[in-house]
């Protein structure tokens, strides 16, 4: 099946640093990834969703400024999240689609822990 | 290797019960998750079990053994709005989501 990596796994950092999150496609082509925020117990949060080679469409309420998505190719997104604060610790999963929502294949997630 | 089964597609008629199987081999175990996904939109949450037995939310029940690796997630009374994907997601002990393929449920009348 379909296999969709994450880097890193987990990742602690300093409030005010920036953190880089990589998203890739493993055995298959995305021409869609997507970029969600989970938080305990609760459901998914879509923050935006990147289609290669073209500019990231952000779900309302996402600053595109503090969380810059890059699909520079078929089988890589990242995700940064910029000048990093405590509020911003949360898990980080992104998913690679092949055409919509119905094919999209989830990553194990990314922990962030901002001190 | 780290997986999680269940079936691709099921059919149940309005009104009727159904269970979702989900089977699972992870290394350690931090809890399990059922997500519903309607086409179109982003999943949204429906339960999490971290200890054997029976959670009961409305019309949607989940159930674990953990000694079993299994779990199920049962929708009563379905309605045609219940027809989507619904997956079932195991943390392992590094906190990690290990994602089934989901199952496509349609609800015929």
């Known amino acids: 099946g379909a296999v969709v990596s994450q880097h890193p796994s987990r990742v602690i950092c300093k409030s005010g640093t920036s953190v880089k999150i990589e998203c890739r496609s493993l055995?298959?082509?995305?021409?869609?990834m997507f970029w969600y925020r989970q938080f305990p117990k609760k459901s998914l949060m879509l923050m935006a969703t990147?289609?290669?080679?073209?500019?990231?469409?952000?779900e309302q309420g996402v600053e595109k400024d503090k969380f810059l998505i890059n699909h520079a190719s078929l089988t890589l997104s990242t995700l940064t999240v910029t000048s990093a604060h405590p509020e911003d610790s949360s898990f980080y999963i992104c998913?690679?689609?092949?055409?919509?929502?119905?094919?999209?294949?989830f990553g194990p997630g990314t922990r962030l822990t901002v001190l | 290797g780290q997986n999680i089964d269940q079936p691709t597609e099921m059919t149940a008629t309005e009104g009727a019960i159904v269970q979702i199987n989900c089977t699972y081999q992870?290394?350690?175990?931090?809890?399990l998750f059922w997500y519903q996904q309607h086409a179109g939109e982003a999943p949204t949450f429906l339960s999490y079990?971290?200890l054997d037995g029976l959670e009961e939310k409305g019309r949607f029940s989940s159930f674990l053994s953990r000694s079993k690796g299994y779990s199920y997630l049962l929708l009563k009374e379905l309605q045609m709005k219940d027809s989507a994907s619904y997956l079932c997601?195991?943390?392992?002990?590094?906190?990690?989501?290990?994602w089934g393929a989901g199952t496509k449920l349609i609800i015929k009348p």
């Open positions: 055995d298959f082509q995305a021409t869609t």
């Open positions: 992870t290394s350690g175990f931090n809890g």
């Open positions: 079990n971290v």
């Open positions: 997601a195991v943390m392992d002990s590094n906190y990690q989501l290990i």
């Open positions: 990147s289609n290669e080679g073209s500019k990231a469409t952000y």
């Open positions: 998913s690679a689609g092949l055409a919509d929502y119905n094919e999209q294949f």
